[in-house]
């Protein structure tokens, strides 16, 4: 299949708002635009001040949309794993067909099926996940259409998140002008992709470390199985080194990029740096040891909670270890840090795309393929999430142009995830 598929992710973070346009095809991403602006109005993954995270939303589309001439009309949008939680869900159909071959309309109302369990009235359904289909008491079958039997059964993992977050996210993004394509849980999207076959399979800890906070995903026999949130991040470490040296939080956040180091034994001692002091003229020296053990100290006491976190999970062992990314896994000795806390193997995932080779940008390309993925297991390819190029929205003096929809992008619903019908349940 040589058609390009063109997806544009929206990653609403901390620290950050990351909006990445990319083509796939053949299974292969290409990144093409690339927004990415300080984050206002969000603090601990949670959005506090909805104003300011559109302002943040609409400067991060803006600078994506300069880089390739066209205006964005819908994205892949990340929910925050904040207050998530993980469900196992079951649905049975009969097979409907005269010649009981399973077809896409069997596999649709399966998954609606086990949909049909009562939510709490304060949660909301964000995805659901199949893990194994069942045909006629045959399991473990990855997609059973083409098959011939009587009764289908799926066995899923429903994640729901809280109604409040999730619909002051969908707020934001319908205040900045957007559609949503397809909703995904953060750790869901990005550690499928991650991690390896045998890593989800064996049982991992995929670790994201933030600006405001700290995400655990537990991967077990390829799905994942535990979610948790952890309230430190990056950001606690540039309070503290603002603090200790007594010098601008802008000062202290350069100060953590280009000096700091994770592990007080390999950091230097010998090189010494200038740090400017809040309210005076002076500037005062320090060495990387020196800053390696004001931040040492708190990513101590963040890998002490995610081992706590393991004991509340109830996971003794991890055969596939963790694999860590976010903003903060660039820093350097962080594995080593990691790997003497933990007592386990630990591996930094960074993803290797041109323009985006930085953890921070894990997320949002991990939701680029797994739309891209689900999309192709639905059958929904097709879709177009750029409008009219800017020079044309300029001179015609239009809105961005918003999808039409008509009976073919019908057909093409997502069954999972539902993200339009309680968008619309929200904003009516």
Not at 8 to 37: F, Q, R, Y
């Given at each position: 299949?040589?058609?390009?598929?063109?997806?544009?992710?929206?990653?609403?973070?901390?620290?950050?708002?990351?909006?990445?346009?990319?083509?796939?095809?053949?299974?292969?991403?290409?990144?093409?635009?690339?927004?990415?602006?300080?984050?206002?109005?969000i603090r601990k993954g949670a959005i506090v001040d909805i104003d300011a995270t559109v302002q943040s939303i609409k400067k991060a589309i803006d600078q994506a949309e300069r880089m390739i001439g066209m205006s964005i009309n819908e994205v892949v949008l990340g929910i925050p794993a904040n207050q998530a939680m993980l469900q196992h869900v079951k649905g049975v159909v009969a097979?409907?067909?005269?010649?009981?071959?399973?077809?896409?309309?069997?596999?649709?109302?399966?998954?609606?099926?086990?949909?049909?369990?009562?939510?709490?009235?304060?949660?909301?359904?964000?995805?659901?996940?199949?893990?194994?289909?069942?045909?006629?008491?045959?399991?473990?079958?990855?997609?059973?259409?083409?098959?011939?039997?009587?009764?289908?059964?799926?066995?899923?993992?429903?994640?729901?998140?809280?109604?409040?977050?999730?619909?002051?996210?969908?707020?934001?993004?319908?205040?900045?002008?957007?559609?949503?394509?397809?909703?995904?849980?953060?750790?869901?999207?990005?550690?499928?992709?991650?991690?390896?076959?045998?890593?989800?399979?064996?049982?991992?800890?995929?670790?994201?470390?933030?600006?405001?906070?700290?995400?655990?995903?537990?991967?077990?026999?390829?799905?994942?199985?535990?979610?948790?949130?952890?309230?430190?991040?990056?950001?606690?470490?540039?309070?503290?080194?603002?603090?200790?040296?007594?010098?601008?939080?802008?000062?202290?956040?350069?100060?953590?990029?280009?000096?700091?180091?994770?592990?007080?034994?390999?950091?230097?001692?010998?090189?010494?740096?200038?740090?400017?002091?809040?309210?005076?003229?002076?500037?005062?020296?320090?060495?990387?040891?020196?800053?390696?053990?004001?931040?040492?100290?708190?990513?101590?006491?963040?890998?002490?909670?995610?081992?706590?976190?393991?004991?509340?999970?109830?996971?003794?062992?991890?055969?596939?270890?963790?694999?860590i990314t976010g903003g903060v896994a660039k820093l350097e000795g962080l594995s080593q840090l990691a790997r003497h806390i933990l007592q386990t193997r630990v591996r930094l995932y960074t993803p290797e795309y041109i323009g985006v080779r930085e953890p921070g940008y894990a997320t949002a390309v991990g939701l680029i393929r797994y739309a891209h993925k689900e999309d192709q297991?639905?059958?929904?390819?097709?879709?177009?999430?750029?409008?009219?190029?800017?020079?044309?929205?300029?001179?015609?003096?239009?809105?961005?142009?918003?999808?039409?929809?008509?009976?073919?992008?019908?057909?093409?619903?997502?069954?999972?995830?539902?993200?339009?019908?309680?968008?619309?349940?929200?904003?009516?």
């Open positions: 299949m040589n058609q390009t598929e063109l997806y544009v992710s929206l990653d609403i973070g901390s620290s950050s708002v990351k909006v990445l346009i990319g083509e796939m095809a053949n299974g292969t991403l290409n990144v093409i635009g690339v927004g990415n602006v300080k984050s206002n109005g097979v409907n067909s005269e010649n009981r071959e399973i077809t896409d309309e069997d596999l649709e109302r399966v998954i609606d099926s086990a949909q049909v369990m009562s939510i709490p009235p304060e949660r909301e359904l964000v995805n659901l996940v199949p893990k194994q289909f069942i045909v006629d008491h045959l399991d473990e079958i990855k997609d059973p259409r083409g098959m011939i039997g009587i009764r289908l059964e799926m066995d899923g993992t429903m994640l729901t998140t809280s109604k409040t977050i999730l619909h002051n996210v969908l707020r934001c993004v319908e205040r900045a002008g957007l559609q949503i394509r397809e909703i995904y849980m953060q750790p869901l999207a990005s550690g499928y992709f991650a991690l390896s076959e045998d890593e989800k399979n064996h049982g991992t800890a995929f670790i994201d470390i933030g600006g405001g906070s700290t995400t655990i995903g537990i991967f077990q026999d390829g799905h994942l199985t535990n979610i948790s949130v952890l309230p430190v991040g990056g950001d606690h470490l540039t309070k503290d080194l603002s603090i200790v040296l007594k010098t601008p939080t802008e000062q202290a956040e350069k100060i953590k990029h280009q000096y700091g180091h994770a592990f007080y034994d390999d950091a230097s001692d010998d090189e010494l740096f200038e740090v400017p002091v809040i309210g005076a003229d002076i500037k005062e020296q320090y060495s990387q040891r020196y800053i390696s053990e004001i931040i040492g100290v708190r990513l101590e006491e963040l890998f002490e909670l995610v081992l706590e976190e393991f004991y509340r999970m109830g996971i003794q062992d991890l055969p596939g270890g963790v694999v297991f639905f059958n929904r390819l097709g879709g177009n999430a750029l409008g009219q190029s800017k020079k044309a929205e300029q001179s015609t003096a239009t809105p961005k142009k918003q999808k039409q929809s008509n009976p073919k992008d019908e057909d093409k619903e997502s069954v999972m995830g539902k993200a339009r019908k309680f968008i619309d349940k929200f904003f009516e």
